[in-house]
């Protein structure tokens, strides 16, 4: 399997339309990169560059340490499997699969080694002499998938292969998708969605991407845990982070704020002197709000109440002029809709930015 290097690498369209700048990543054999970002980010075109499919306007790209700029797709060792299944409908399982690797000329024999290893793997051997007509979406979306496995590529591409299933089916596939990784664990897949759920659950390192660059490249728990700027804090997570502006008025190991809107947040954050007086906000997760009878970082009216059965969901009445808060708690608690709750958070769970961004990264 194989190494990426990106350096520098930008996408312009029309010589002044530029969609992704700076973009420098080092991708591992056998990791499981996930792009992952709002609609228009350029995900998908990033992608599309790796694969050759889109012209990278500048910057270099690397794969196994040999440039490949200008060397066309099917030179690169790369599979690509699309949002759209794209399988031929007169043809079988078995012939969608073995279709590129007879163009390749490969011998029958070593066409149906490849196909049979491949739909062992994706629990399709007893559909290979079906039409993709017969097969559910789940099915062709794996069938997709086998006839990128049997080619033995250096990289797997995925541009959001569950788009197209419904909520069950992309639970399923997400899952078959995982436990196909663990049988090929050497090797580099590129995988990019809007879902955050795929991410978090499917990568070895999770690459936020905004403002035409990255966001933040880690972890999903290092994102989680960790955000190092207000984007990444609330595009991770569901519900996303409550941000909430105050002004530092402690300083040290745990930083105090008092909110504009009269609560007090501790924060395991360290701050220098120099920062009392600062402006802040500051970044609690739904989860990680608790009602408390003692000090509290935010005091309001229940609004709405969403019980889901595993959790509650919170929606505190904005203040004039303020933010909608959410909180979630576990259990059931519909009973709480109307009246009015203090709220705290653990001082580790309590994050604060300044300009957009973390002060834990400064």
């Not at 790369?78 to 490969?106: C, E, G």
């Not at 609690?284 to 009878?293: A, F, G, I």
């Not at 303020?322 to 979630?328: L, R």
């Amino acid at each position: 399997m194989a190494n990426l290097l990106l350096r520098n690498i930008e996408k312009t369209y029309g010589g002044s339309v530029n969609v992704l700048k700076d973009i420098n990543l080092d991708i591992k054999t056998g990791e499981l990169i996930v792009f992952v970002g709002p609609s228009g980010c350029g995900k998908s075109t990033l992608l599309r560059m790796i694969a050759g499919l889109e012209k990278i306007t500048d910057g270099e790209l690397q794969i196994d340490g040999v440039l490949v700029n200008d060397i066309p797709p099917s030179e690169r060792g790369i599979a690509m499997v699309f949002q759209s299944y794209a399988l031929y409908p007169h043809m079988t399982v078995r012939d969608n699969m073995a279709f590129a690797l007879k163009l390749a000329r490969k011998s029958p024999a070593e066409i149906d080694a490849a196909v049979t290893a491949a739909a062992e793997k994706l629990q399709l051997t007893e559909y290979l002499d079906r039409l993709p007509k017969a097969l559910s979406g789940g099915q062709r979306q794996r069938v997709a998938i086998g006839r990128s496995i049997v080619r033995d590529p250096k990289v797997y591409l995925f541009d959001e292969p569950l788009s197209n299933l419904d909520a069950a089916l992309r639970v399923a596939t997400r899952i078959e998708i995982a436990e196909l990784k663990e049988q090929m664990p050497d090797s580099t897949m590129i995988y990019v969605t809007h879902d955050q759920v795929e991410a978090m659950t499917l990568a070895s390192r999770i690459v936020v991407l905004a403002n035409k660059g990255i966001a933040q490249v880690g972890s999903p728990l290092e994102l989680y845990e960790r955000p190092e700027n207000e984007f990444v804090a609330q595009f991770i997570g569901s519900p996303q982070m409550n941000l909430l502006p105050g002004e530092v008025i402690e300083t040290g190991e745990t930083t105090v704020v008092r909110l504009d809107g009269g609560g007090i947040a501790r924060s395991g954050v360290p701050t220098r002197d120099g920062d009392k007086g600062l402006r802040v906000n500051v970044g609690v997760r739904p989860e990680d709000m608790v009602p408390t009878d003692g000090e509290a970082l935010f005091e309001g009216d229940v609004n709405i109440v969403e019980a889901l059965g595993e959790v509650t969901l919170l929606y505190f009445r904005p203040e004039a002029g303020g933010e909608a808060v959410i909180g979630k708690l576990g259990g059931i608690h519909a009973d709480l809709k109307g009246q009015r709750l203090r709220m705290t958070a653990d001082p580790s769970r309590v994050h604060i930015f300044a300009d957009g961004q973390s002060l834990l990264y400064r």
